[in-house]
């Protein structure tokens, strides 16, 4: 037992190392060259209207705010100032969204974000995100990339296509820090001895985003007040969370597998499911000895069950909200489809380990 582990995870090692590393390595050069674009649209942008200040700025390698969805999608998160006259609300009706509405009637006209505030008082996700997707219009027309770069058509979010690769969405969002939401207010489990109490202090600190963007869990039903809801976005908290032990490594096998196995039509997997997993793996073994790199060939197939069993019975909640399904609005056909194909992957790495040198 203990030599067909070894075997797996010094076969998982070498995956990392040749497939994840050459992976990681093609993303960070595609990062480097959207962003440049990316930069020059919003420096644009923010000529037209100083209130939409670029927050797309490089910290230890990393872009603040950048979200790899897939090898060719993107998504730039742009930071808005002055949230503070709003009070934040979310009182569950709205799986995954909350609302910003005005702390004081009176207080309306001290908004730097004042025509976009509705007849009741909310701030609306919509008006900013649709104010926003008319100057980046005008930008694209005006940057020095504009041979490369075009407004994707048919669609409220503000979407890029670069060079006809690349598709970058960039979402006016506000960061919330210092409180935590009450819709995640059950995390983490009192059963559960993992994150330990330091870590929770840290991941809440984090905070969250509000993000102007469409909220999934509504799918096409929204009314006036849904579509001026802001969508709710862990990220910062939930890197947090996969730091320690072999979980970014796991996460980084996995990524590997799906953009290689995964990528099916009707796209029912990202690698934002991937991430969900890993957190709840982390609270199925709570030890840190539990991610030691010996045990990194055990929390994969135990990902790829979890994985097969969500496909299989439609559902995947989402890690802080477990109202919320990120599976919502995927194809059935596809789900199965990804059910099976996960099946495959699954049972060839745990038969034959060798044969991640072909995957």
Known sequence: MIAAQAKL???LNKYYNEKC????AAISKTIREVCKVVSDVLKEVEVQEPRFISSLSEMDNRFEGLEVISPTEFE???YLNQMGVFNFVDDGSLPGCAVLKLSDGRKRSMSLWVEFITASGYLSARKIRSRFQTLVAQAV?????????KMVADTSEVRLRIRDRYVVQITPAFKCTGIWPRSAAHWPLPHIPWPGPNRVAEVKAEGFNLLSKECYSLNGKQSSAESDAWVL???EAENKLLLGGCRKKCLSVLKTLRDR???????????????????YECEKHPRESDWDE????????????????????????HYFLPNLDLFQGKPHSAL?????QTWRLAREILTNPKSLEKL
């Open 261 to 279: 196995h995964l990528e099916l039509p009707g796209t029912p997997l990202n690698n934002y499911h991937m991430k969900s997993l890993v957190s």
């Open 336 to 340: 199965e489809n990804a059910a099976k």
């Open 9 to 11: 995870v010094y076969h």
């Open 233 to 235: 976005q862990f990220a």
């Open 21 to 24: 590393m050459s992976r990681k």
């Open 141 to 149: 027309d005006k940057c020095s990339y504009r041979d490369v770069v």
């Open 294 to 317: 010996n045990c990194l060939g055990d929390r994969l197939n135990g990902i790829l069950l979890q994985l097969i069993s969500c496909l299989q019975c439609r559902r995947c909640p």
């Open 76 to 78: 730039v998160v742009l």
